[in-house]
């Protein structure tokens, strides 16, 4: 073969395993170059990452507030001025929330007390004639169970505010949606880098799952479809929707109504003919991977005597929760058919509020910022107790990541995109009822070198806690705990002062 027939057979296979879609066989093709490579850890047990990514940039400054008093100069002040004050009827262009709306907490390991978005509460679900009780975010906190890390963000390496203004290295396109969404799911903020082709939920599989089961199932999973978050060295994930697999129609080998297994048949015909050229071959063994993944799955997933489903109480009319509701059935059937390490990718949309924080007349929580917050809380407690019906909640680490954070100060009706923000983790195995990091004191145009806090001219806070120091104390709780392959996977990962938040137990 010639180099540029080879080169353009490369190419081909390349472009076919980018495609990351699920559904018709074609679109099927990219979860199937998946080979058994090497463990460059060890794994024992069984662990699972599951990435909640809130696409759009979460004003976390209102998911996670102080709360110690109203009094003039206290924490909760300070927040409450740099927001333009509570907002209200007569106060439309405030931002803040109210101190008797802010669900307590008191983080074990700070000197004043902290308030959660009133949407973070305890609820019931209901789908149908089912209800069950979950617990909230809340909940979670007081129960030592989830943790908040504050301040992280897209970053080189450290940087002050004079460093900035000297022009010291900092994240490309920066305010950039797009751009900073890539940087926090390949973790690393040097796109040039020749490991910016994966994400760094694909490379810590990689180093810790190795490849795909014998099934062919990848260890990397998106129900929320492509996601560079989840590619790695010989890594490609697989997509299935909150539905389950989408198979072909009337493709089934055992069945013969409207003559499917007479299609099955020719269609297994074309696939196992020696093709003469190299695309055709190509394309009948992924196509043939295809099939044979998506109806094992299936098999699995829908199986007559319910062992794919969890009885857990996910509420109705709430897509997050339907992702993860398919989660929690992939973990259950893939620790059956034996994988031991796993990442999971899910979505939500619309939080880029440059308008409608709030709602007049509106409840807080139910309402603009505080919908989208009580989406998410309903999804995380139904997820929460379907990992306790199938005894995993010490064996999945559920987070969120999000573009970026958003300015303090309002544009009259929402924020605008800004820099560091909070994030949170869930999981027995967090060490939780602490904020991790270095939580901002939420002043405009803030300086202080001592305390290493620093925000531009509407707050936009420079953060303090890179996202590779975050990603990497998830990859070692994966098994990756090897300094030299943690600076393999996160290159700058030596810029900072630590590679372990201590969030993980």
Same mark, same amino acid.
């Given at each position: 073969m010639g180099y540029d027939n080879s080169k353009s057979r490369r190419e081909f296979l390349k472009k076919l395993g980018g495609s990351f879609a699920a559904g018709s066989l074609a679109s099927l093709i990219p979860q199937l170059a998946l080979m058994p490579r090497a463990y460059a850890q060890s794994a024992g047990g069984y662990k699972a990452l599951v990435c909640?990514?809130?696409?759009?940039?979460?004003?976390?400054?209102?998911?996670?507030?102080?709360r110690d008093s109203e009094a003039a100069g206290s924490r909760y002040d300070t927040y409450r001025t740099?927001?333009?004050?509570?907002?209200?009827?007569?106060?439309?262009? /405030?931002? #803040? @929330?109210?101190?008797?709306?802010?669900?307590? !907490?008191?983080?074990?390991?700070?000197?004043?007390g902290f308030g959660l978005h009133p949407s973070s509460a305890d609820y019931t679900a209901t789908?149908?004639?089912?209800?069950?009780?979950?617990?909230?975010?809340?909940t979670l906190f007081n129960q030592g169970k989830a943790a908040f890390v504050a301040n992280a963000g897209t970053l080189v390496q450290p940087i002050t505010k004079a460093e900035y203004d000297a022009g010291a290295p900092r994240p490309a396109q920066l305010f950039s949606h797009n751009d900073q969404e890539l940087q926090w799911q390949i973790g690393m903020s040097a796109a040039n880098n020749p490991m910016a082709r994966y994400g760094w939920g694909g490379r810590v599989a990689k180093s810790t799952a /190795?490849? #795909? @089961?014998?099934?062919?199932?990848?260890?990397? !999973?998106?129900?929320?479809?492509?996601?560079?978050?989840?590619?790695?060295?010989?890594i490609l994930p697989y997509q299935l929707s909150s539905g389950g697999v989408d198979l072909i129609d009337n493709y089934s080998a055992s069945s013969t109504s409207n003559y499917a297994n007479a299609r099955r048949a020719v269609l297994n015909d074309l696939l196992d003919d020696t093709a003469a050229h190299p695309f055709a071959r190509g394309y009948?063994?992924?196509?043939?991977?295809?099939?044979?993944?998506?109806?094992?799955?299936?098999?699995?997933?829908?199986?007559p005597d319910g062992s794919g489903n969890v009885s857990a109480v996910f509420p109705?009319?709430?897509?997050?929760?339907?992702?993860?509701?398919?989660? #929690?059935?992939?973990?259950?059937?893939?620790r059956t058919l034996g994988a031991t390490r796993q990442v999971y990718y899910v979505r939500m949309g619309s939080f880029d509020l440059h308008s409608g924080m709030f709602e007049a007349g509106g409840a807080v929580a139910s309402t603009g910022h505080g919908a989208l917050l009580t989406t998410l809380n309903q999804a995380l407690g139904a997820f929460w107790s379907a990992l306790g019906e199938i005894n995993a909640r010490d064996l999945v680490t559920t987070f969120t990541m999000s573009d970026f954070g958003r300015t303090l100060t309002g544009n009259g009706s929402g924020s605008d995109h800004a820099w560091g923000g909070n994030l949170?983790?869930?999981?027995?195995?967090?060490?939780?009822?602490?904020?991790?990091?270095?939580?901002?004191?939420l002043v405009v145009n803030a300086n202080d070198n001592a305390a290493r806090d620093f925000s531009f001219s509407r707050g936009q806070y420079i953060p303090t806690t890179a996202?590779?120091?975050?990603?990497?104390?998830?990859?070692?709780?994966?098994?990756?705990?090897?300094?030299?392959?943690?600076?393999s996977i996160f290159p700058l990962l030596g810029n900072f002062a630590s590679n372990d938040l201590g969030f993980m137990s």
């Amino acid at each position: 073969m010639g180099y540029d027939n080879s080169k353009s057979r490369r190419e081909f296979l390349k472009k076919l395993g980018g495609s990351f879609a699920a559904g018709s066989l074609a679109s099927l093709i990219p979860q199937l170059a998946l080979m058994p490579r090497a463990y460059a850890q060890s794994a024992g047990g069984y662990k699972a990452l599951v990435c909640i990514y809130l696409a759009g940039a979460n004003d976390s400054y209102n998911w996670l507030v102080p709360r110690d008093s109203e009094a003039a100069g206290s924490r909760y002040d300070t927040y409450r001025t740099a927001r333009g004050g509570v907002y209200s009827a007569s106060n439309s262009n /405030g931002l #803040a @929330l109210g101190f008797n709306d802010l669900l307590p !907490i008191a983080p074990s390991n700070q000197t004043v007390g902290f308030g959660l978005h009133p949407s973070s509460a305890d609820y019931t679900a209901t789908n149908g004639g089912a209800t069950q009780a979950h617990s909230g975010i809340q909940t979670l906190f007081n129960q030592g169970k989830a943790a908040f890390v504050a301040n992280a963000g897209t970053l080189v390496q450290p940087i002050t505010k004079a460093e900035y203004d000297a022009g010291a290295p900092r994240p490309a396109q920066l305010f950039s949606h797009n751009d900073q969404e890539l940087q926090w799911q390949i973790g690393m903020s040097a796109a040039n880098n020749p490991m910016a082709r994966y994400g760094w939920g694909g490379r810590v599989a990689k180093s810790t799952a /190795g490849g #795909a @089961l014998a099934n062919g199932l990848s260890p990397t !999973i998106s129900v929320a479809g492509a996601a560079r978050f989840l590619i790695g060295d010989g890594i490609l994930p697989y997509q299935l929707s909150s539905g389950g697999v989408d198979l072909i129609d009337n493709y089934s080998a055992s069945s013969t109504s409207n003559y499917a297994n007479a299609r099955r048949a020719v269609l297994n015909d074309l696939l196992d003919d020696t093709a003469a050229h190299p695309f055709a071959r190509g394309y009948s063994a992924i196509a043939r991977r295809s099939l044979d993944i998506g109806e094992s799955l299936a098999a699995s997933l829908d199986a007559p005597d319910g062992s794919g489903n969890v009885s857990a109480v996910f509420p109705a009319g709430n897509t997050l929760a339907d992702q993860l509701k398919m989660v #929690a059935r992939m973990i259950k059937v893939s620790r059956t058919l034996g994988a031991t390490r796993q990442v999971y990718y899910v979505r939500m949309g619309s939080f880029d509020l440059h308008s409608g924080m709030f709602e007049a007349g509106g409840a807080v929580a139910s309402t603009g910022h505080g919908a989208l917050l009580t989406t998410l809380n309903q999804a995380l407690g139904a997820f929460w107790s379907a990992l306790g019906e199938i005894n995993a909640r010490d064996l999945v680490t559920t987070f969120t990541m999000s573009d970026f954070g958003r300015t303090l100060t309002g544009n009259g009706s929402g924020s605008d995109h800004a820099w560091g923000g909070n994030l949170l983790v869930v999981g027995d195995a967090v060490r939780g009822n602490q904020i991790y990091g270095s939580y901002p004191k939420l002043v405009v145009n803030a300086n202080d070198n001592a305390a290493r806090d620093f925000s531009f001219s509407r707050g936009q806070y420079i953060p303090t806690t890179a996202v590779d120091q975050v990603a990497a104390t998830l990859a070692r709780w994966m098994g990756v705990t090897d300094s030299a392959a943690l600076g393999s996977i996160f290159p700058l990962l030596g810029n900072f002062a630590s590679n372990d938040l201590g969030f993980m137990s």
